[in-house]
Every structure is written in structure tokens, then in C-alpha cells.
């Protein structure tokens, strides 16, 4: 088994990085110049990409929290995952945009699809790296099996991104059933980070 190594400033790092992908997506809220109601009408495909994003954001933050509280340390092989994991992360401000300010045009919607799915392959990774760290032994592993709740959603992913060159509304409504089903923590390994698992090394 590889040397493992304190997660603290790891999770640290994570959690600043994510917090600045929020900051990026609110600023594209531009508050209109005029007081009438009916000048926030415009915003409304803006705001509507940033509550999506927003909530997958969040999504990956509350699951990578909990993840992590589940495993004892990490290894090196870990750290790299999780940076694959926050560059697609990194990504989704400005698939998000673009999507926007096209007003959910195919081609735009296609590809905040796929960012998504790549985004998913990058937490399987690191969770699969995760696993491997702790060993196929061991809790972390039993309780995440063969992950099929992210398989389903990569397959769910691709779909959105098939469809969306036909209809596009139909394709964000596959992306946002995929969030749905995120919202709540995975169980799998929420009651192994609530019993309080301290990292080791720290």
C-alpha cells in the first residue's frame, strides 16, 4: 500500500477553489441599470444557467467533503485525481457563459454536457484512486462497490449531450434530473464520515 499523507491541506486547497468557481459564476449576474422589474427579464437564461451550476457545484463539494472525511489520508496518486477532478470543475464557469449568452443553443448546451460528464469521470477517478488507497479491504470500498450511481449519470450525461443537438431544453432537463438525484449526500459513504474518522497525519 502507498504511503499516506494528511488530507487537511488538500481538502483546504479544494474548498478554495471551489468557493472561487462560485465567485466567478455570480459575477456574470449583472444587475440591470434600470429599477423596473421587467429589466431583470433579460437575466432570467443567466440566472437560470448559474442556479444549475451552482447546485452541481455544490454537489461535488458536499460529496468530496464526505468522501473524504471517510478515508484516512491520501497518497500522491490521490492529490493528482483531485486536481483532474477541479480543473473540469475549473471549466464549468465558462461552458456555463457561453451557454448563457447563446441563450441554450445546441452547440453551447452539447458542450456544458460533456463538461459534465468529464467533470463525473474525474470524481470516478478519484474516488477509484481513493479506494485503492484505502484497499479493497477495507469500508470505503465495500460502501462504494462498483459505483453505478455514477456510471447511471456519465450514461445520463451523454444522453443530454445526444439529445441537445435536437432539442436542447430537453437535454438540460436530463442534466438537471442527474443533479436531483445528487442533492441528498451519497449514503454509501455518508455513515462512515459521520463516525468521525480522523485523519492520522494531521
Do not use: C
Not at 434600470?34 to 458536499?62: C, E, H, K
Not at 468530496?64 to 471549466?91: D, E, K, P, Q, Y
Not at 441554450?104 to 468529464?118: E, H, I, K, N, S
Amino acid at each position: 500500500m502507498a504511503a499516506r499523507m494528511s488530507k487537511t491541506r488538500m481538502e483546504a486547497f479544494s474548498d478554495g477553489v471551489i468557493a472561487i468557481i462560485i465567485t466567478i459564476m455570480v459575477l456574470a449576474l449583472t444587475p440591470p441599470k434600470s429599477s423596473n422589474l421587467a429589466a431583470l427579464a433579460p437575466l432570467l437564461p443567466t440566472f437560470l444557467g448559474y442556479a444549475l451550476s451552482f447546485i452541481y457545484v455544490g454537489i461535488y463539494w458536499n460529496n468530496h467533503h464526505h468522501l473524504f472525511r471517510a478515508a484516512g489520508g491520501i497518497s500522491t496518486a490521490v492529490m493528482w485525481s483531485n486536481l483532474h477532478l477541479l480543473f473540469w470543475l475549473s471549466i464549468i464557469p465558462f461552458a456555463t457563459a457561453w451557454m448563457e449568452q447563446t441563450h441554450f443553443q445546441r452547440v453551447p448546451v452539447a458542450t456544458y454536457g460533456v463538461v459534465l460528464l468529464l467533470t463525473a469521470s474525474a470524481f470516478k477517478i478519484m474516488a477509484a484512486r481513493l479506494v485503492r488507497q484505502e484497499g479493497q479491504q477495507s469500508e470505503l470500498a465495500a460502501a462504494l462497490g462498483r459505483d453505478r450511481k455514477t456510471d447511471l449519470s456519465i450514461i445520463g450525461y451523454g444522453a443530454g449531450v445526444a439529445v441537445a443537438f435536437a432539442a436542447p431544453a430537453a437535454s438540460l432537463a436530463f442534466y438537471a434530473a442527474v443533479a436531483a438525484v445528487w442533492m441528498l449526500p451519497d449514503r454509501r459513504v455518508l455513515h462512515l464520515a459521520d463516525g468521525e474518522r480522523h485523519d492520522p497525519l494531521s
